[in-house]
């Protein structure tokens, strides 16, 4: 079955301290990963996947087929990063969906 | 150009009643998803839509239900509502239901129904 797991609800860190936002996941075949960010009164947004291999606003995650994961990392964290963070997983369609979403990661991050 | 719009963005029902919400997708955007979000179970998918025929549909009863029109722009309905329906609910757009562009979804601010 696919499934996205976040493991963390709430992830609570200082400004300037680093963090990971862990997120596994089950596949049959080659996944494609991204990860979504909700910000306070915003709109949900895609925040990066990882066929782009890119750096936004500093997060970086590299999907890992042995392991599973697709954590999501940033050296510096800003206050300006606390969010809701899902990690999503394409799926084959069916009664999930084409976007598999994980229940969401809360990263607090304090002065 | 103007993105996701989500009509009415607050509703208060009773329970028993029914509700219909609207989704306008951005411009050129044929693929229509919804979305229940809820604290406890985060986001959980509806139905998609492609070119008005419904794509997937997930796992939740029949009260809820969908269409979409010939302009992309996607309707849900859920009747006799119950206090559990009680959610924020989304709708996103793509491109089209498959390919590189398929899950690069974009959200509207979303529709938040309170049932008393």
């Known amino acids: 079955a696919q499934r996205v797991t976040q493991p963390e609800k709430l992830l609570s860190v200082f400004k300037g301290a680093p963090v990971e936002l862990k997120c596994n996941y089950s596949?049959?075949?080659?996944?494609?990963l991204f990860w979504y960010v909700q910000y306070s009164r915003q709109r949900l947004q895609l925040l990066l996947r990882?066929?782009s291999r890119e750096s936004i606003k500093g997060f970086t995650a590299d999907l890992n087929k042995g392991e599973t994961s697709f954590h999501l990392k940033k050296p510096f964290a800003q206050e300006e990063d606390s969010a809701m963070y899902y990690c999503?997983?394409?799926?084959?369609?069916?009664?999930?969906?084409?976007?598999?979403f994980g229940k969401g990661t809360k990263l607090s991050v304090k002065p | 150009k103007a993105g996701v719009t989500q009509t009415p963005r607050y509703l208060i029902k009773t329970r028993g009643q029914q509700v219909t919400l609207s989704c306008s997708p951005i411009?050129?955007?044929?693929?229509v998803s919804w979305y229940q979000q809820t604290p406890g179970q985060g986001l959980q998918f509806l139905f998609e839509?492609?070119?008005?025929?419904?794509?997937n549909k997930g796992n939740f009863p029949g009260r809820f239900s969908g269409r979409q029109f010939s302009n992309s722009r996607s309707e849900m309905n859920v009747s006799t509502l119950e206090l559990g329906d009680s959610a924020l609910y989304l709708c996103a757009s793509s491109l089209t239901p498959t390919g590189l562009g398929a899950n690069v979804l974009t959200f509207g601010a979303g529709s938040r129904l309170t049932v008393l």
């Open positions: 999503a997983l394409s799926g084959y369609g069916g009664s999930q969906g084409n976007l598999i």
């Open positions: 990882h066929i």
């Open positions: 839509y492609f070119s008005e025929t419904q794509r």
């Open positions: 411009s050129g955007h044929r693929s």
């Open positions: 596949y049959s075949g080659s996944p494609e």
